[in-house]
């Protein structure tokens, strides 16, 4: 599957998660374009941190490849609302899960990726949900001081539970692409685990 790329920074879409975002540069016009004619979904992979070439060796298109994330998020447009200006402001949801097997800059403006989804493998469900508790518990604890009480707008889907956790403590860069590129659900929750706070990682 072909699919159009629009990198812009250390940020990991997740399934479920809505973002929105400002489309300015004349090649994401035309991206955006494509888009919203075909239905189809674009990619918006994490661009890694990285040490800077040398200014006289530096390729800017050969350097993001070689930090842009392997596995991303199919993200599906929602909503684009037009400026004066001829720049956009869209909202995207993400879906399934892909892996890049090769990057093409040639043929469009924007770079597009010849990509295969990957979806999780299966998790034993009492597992899953034992440890989603766990690092619920601690989320809604966690960021109380900042967000306040959260607790109703947790999604009811597994999946989503653990974008919804994510996505609100703001892991991006290396730290959102690990969560990404978890093999199974509960190894997801159990990353997740790591950055609120749960030790225990067996059902009681």
Not at 36 to 59: H, K, M
Not at 65 to 92: F, S
Not at 111 to 135: F, N
Not at 186 to 192: D, G, M, Q
Request: glycine share 8%.
């Amino acid at each position: 599957m072909e699919l159009p790329l629009f990198p812009i920074g250390e940020l990991v879409l997740l399934p479920g998660m809505a973002l929105p975002l400002h489309v300015f540069e004349p090649r994401y016009r035309e991206l955006l374009g494509r888009v919203r004619t075909s239905g189809e979904a674009f990619g918006i992979p994490c661009v890694l941190p990285g040490e800077q070439p040398p200014a006289d060796s530096r390729n800017p298109s050969m350097e993001i490849e070689a930090r842009i994330a392997k596995v991303g998020t199919l993200a599906h447009l929602t909503h684009v609302d037009y400026l004066p200006d001829g720049t956009a402001n869209i909202g995207v949801v993400g879906g399934e899960r892909y892996e890049i097997i090769s990057i093409d800059h040639n043929k469009f403006p924007y770079a597009t990726a010849e990509v295969r989804t990957w979806p999780l493998e299966p998790s034993d469900p009492q597992w899953v949900q034992a440890m989603a508790k766990k690092v619920l518990d601690r989320f809604l604890i966690k960021i109380q001081p900042r967000f306040g009480d959260v607790s109703k707008d947790v999604p009811e889907d597994m999946l989503l539970k653990a974008s919804f956790v994510a996505a609100n403590l703001r892991l991006g860069g290396l730290e959102g692409q690990r969560i990404l590129e978890s093999k199974t659900l509960l190894e997801r929750f159990e990353i997740l685990s790591e950055f609120v706070g749960v030790e225990q990682r067996t059902l009681n």
